[in-house]
């Protein structure tokens, strides 16, 4: 059976990315039919009803999906489909009640054409009441107008129409619930309350799973997967991004204010590379956005000069039982913490687990950063939220069986500790040195500094 998607035209690369997700954690064969980036309408494939429900009722980029009654250059030769391919539908719409509305994408109609544009299904045999509330049925004529750059000159007609009875509306409404203007406790690095929804749906979050985030801060990854009836865990290298103020304001508090602290497993301070999780294949998803090292180049435990002493015994007391204790820190590599969490994840995760997580890039092809690999991972899909100068990516990885692992791929991969030169968090950090060079190539700042050259000459 065809059925029409009718996504919101925000995200478009992350659209299909969720909706194949959330056809796998169903278990229901999806067979994409027509689709494009710059329409919301999206014609599919499906067994019955009740798989286009599984698959729509947790979309966060679908408004809904609709059983498919026709499509057509024109708004006559729809009505033509219709009597032609639908007709032996008919009789189970005769009594109950029903509602016909008017979507127009990227175009407007007055109430006086909308009413003449109802009226023209009037062979459709229908003799139930009309209810604009609530009705048994809801048919939508979807209207798609042609992208006019000058909005005074109106188009004669839309470039398409299709028409369809609603199955199953998305799960939309999830994006207020979780607003981060109405959370009790964020940070500037929250990620917004769609895309962490959208995250937990393309990693496959659901009822009974373990999930883990290695950069919780204040949860907003775990928040949107404990939605979905997941066991959350979370750690964070810095404590106070967790603890907060305390009550209200806290990670705990935000889970307390979406009455989820039962999905809560725990939190606990540690970095990615000295963490106390135990290397077991047990958790079905790891998603996070990891720091970019923008604001500050980034830290791991640890010390600078590992050939100095480092002092932790004072009076006789191991200093780091102190609860004042600040433990060292050192710079640590942008592409050794991408690997990091490649390997991490092929420790811990089962058996087609995912692995979901935030990576920015430079929009130039020659300073982009690379998408990293790892034998046991296979990328599942690379979305992109793209900015002025620069992206960010999300790219999601599936966890392989042993057997189908390359086994001389992964004896031959090398993890080089030091992935590059210098010491400084410009050395370590390519996007930080990208970004405050304002993604300018090599020739460009050459030629922004010879004219101060000069001048400093004169």
Known sequence: MQYLIRFTQLHETFRLAEIRALAVLANVDLKIISYNDESPFCLVELCSDDAARAII???????????????????????????????????????????VSIDCYRGSRSQRQKVALINSFSYLPFEGPILLSAPDNEFTLFEEWANEPIPEKKLPAPTEVHFGRLIARGARDLINTFDLKKRDYISTTSMDSELALVTANIALAGPGKLFYDPFVGTGSFPVACAQFGALVWGSDIDGRSMRGAGGKKSLLGNFQQYELEKALGGVFISDLTNT????????DGILCDPPYGVREGLKVLGC??????????????????????????KPYSFI??????????????VDDGRLSFWMPTSNDEDQEIAVPTHPCLETVVICTQVFNKWSRRLITYRRLPNSEVDMSALASRKINEDQANGRSADDLNPFRRHYFRGFKSDEELADSVAPDMNLSQI
């Open 57 to 99: 009722e947790r979309s966060i980029l679908a408004h809904g999906i609709y059983e498919h009654w026709g499509t057509a250059e024109t708004l006559e030769n729809l009505h033509a489909v219709i009597k032609r391919d639908t007709s032996h539908l008919w009789p189970s719409y005769v009594t109950p009640s029903f509602k």
């Open 276 to 283: 106390p999780v135990r290397r077991a294949r047990i958790l």
């Open 304 to 329: 600078r000069d590992p050939e100095k002493e480092v002092r932790s015994i004072e009076r006789g007391k191991l200093m780091y039982k102190d609860p004042t204790f600040i433990p060292p820190k």
């Open 336 to 349: 050794a913490m991408l690997d990091d969490i490649l390997n991490f994840a092929t420790d811990t995760l």
